[in-house]
């Protein structure tokens, strides 16, 4: 009898070990969505697939973190707004203050529109940037939405979604006119601050309007460019700020020692895009870069939207040195067919 209740145990131990073990494997093949606080923010959403992590933080309207489970967050956060809130109101626009909190947001107007919108050229419009959303748990996501801005009667809905051990995160992203027109068009512009990396790397448009392949915003700067494989891979520019754009039609990567951040998009043809055709914006400056993607402009009426979707992939690269090495990731990505 004793043998027979031993061997049972035994029986009963194995059942539990393998409903254990059913159970984690379970939750690996799971997205995790949770609330939590970050950085002193209430409400923050983390969507961890166990392979890649993002916060959003609905109540500045923006993703704030962005990484391998347990690694380095590659988007850059001010310490300086570090858990608040900031109200506008009129005394600190007058003052052309800014609540520049870091992470991804989105502007739905064209930068050189801000003054026929909104009476001011900067800062941008408080609805959308560090403007508070209301949020909705997915799946395996999160759907975020803006207030109507009262100066371009739009609202913006982004749809963060992803899948179980995924190097990518799918945003989908509407803006949707709520009065009687838009007033300017509208176009979904996409800000990302991100570390400073050691490369970028752009799909090169042979048929470029632009002189070089690149637009200037300012003064031309000097910085190693090279064309290879139906890419451009320009060199991080140290100790200046400067701006340039391109009529790329693909995606934009940034380039650290040991990762490659890919934001890859799909270019209308025949369409007009912000800043003389620019699908394609980075920003540099000495604490951080913007990775800016920018949609096709679009003046809508009541009712009517403007979708703009777009990729975030992030993965593992043995050298940011290898050039070789980014080429072939990209083409094993498919970004550059």
């Keep these: ?32 969505v949770s609330v939590i606080n970050y950085q002193g923010w209430d409400e923050s959403v983390e969507i961890n697939n166990n392979k890649i ?27 300086k707004f570090q858990g608040q809130n900031i109200e506008y109101n009129d005394e600190l626009l007058s003052k052309y203050f800014w609540a520049n909190y870091g992470g991804d947001k989105v502007w739905t107007v064209e930068q050189k529109d801000f003054g026929k919108v909104m009476n001011r050229s900067w800062p941008p419009d408080e609805t959308f940037d560090g403007g508070k959303f209301d949020f909705e748990l997915l799946k395996n996501g999160v759907k975020i939405i803006s207030k109507v801005s009262k ?52 799909d090169w448009n042979k048929e470029s309007k632009f002189d070089g392949y690149l637009k200037y915003f300012k003064d031309k700067f000097d910085t190693e460019i090279k064309y290879l494989d139906g890419c451009m891979i320009i060199n991080n520019v140290v100790n200046d700020t400067v701006k340039f754009g391109t009529d790329s039609k693909k995606f934009l990567s940034a380039v650290w020692h040991d990762k490659i951040f890919t934001q890859s998009f799909h270019y209308e043809e025949n369409e007009t895009y912000p800043d003389d055709g620019c699908p394609v914006e980075v920003f540099i400056s000495t604490e951080f870069i913007e990775m800016e993607l920018l949609s096709h402009l679009q003046k809508l009426e009541k009712d009517e939207s403007l979708t703009f979707d777009i990729i975030w992939t992030l993965d593992e690269l043995n050298s940011a040195d290898n050039v070789k090495d980014i080429i072939n990731y990209i083409n094993e990505e498919k970004l550059n067919d």
């Design 1 to 32: 009898m004793k043998s027979n209740m031993f061997i049972s145990m035994i029986i009963l131990a194995g059942l539990i070990g393998i409903k254990g073990y059913s159970m984690k494997n379970d939750q690996i093949n799971q997205v995790q």
């Design 53 to 79: 992590k993002m916060v959003i933080v609905p109540s500045i309207g923006r993703i704030m973190y962005f990484g391998f489970t347990g690694g380095e967050n590659i988007l850059w956060n001010n310490d």
């Design 151 to 202: 100066y371009s009667n739009t609202r913006l809905i982004r749809e963060i979604t992803t899948e179980p051990g995924s190097n990518k995160f799918n945003i989908s992203q509407t803006v949707i006119c709520e009065g009687k027109n838009s007033k300017v068009p509208v176009t979904i512009w996409n800000v990302s601050q991100v570390l400073p990396p050691e490369k970028y790397v752009v």
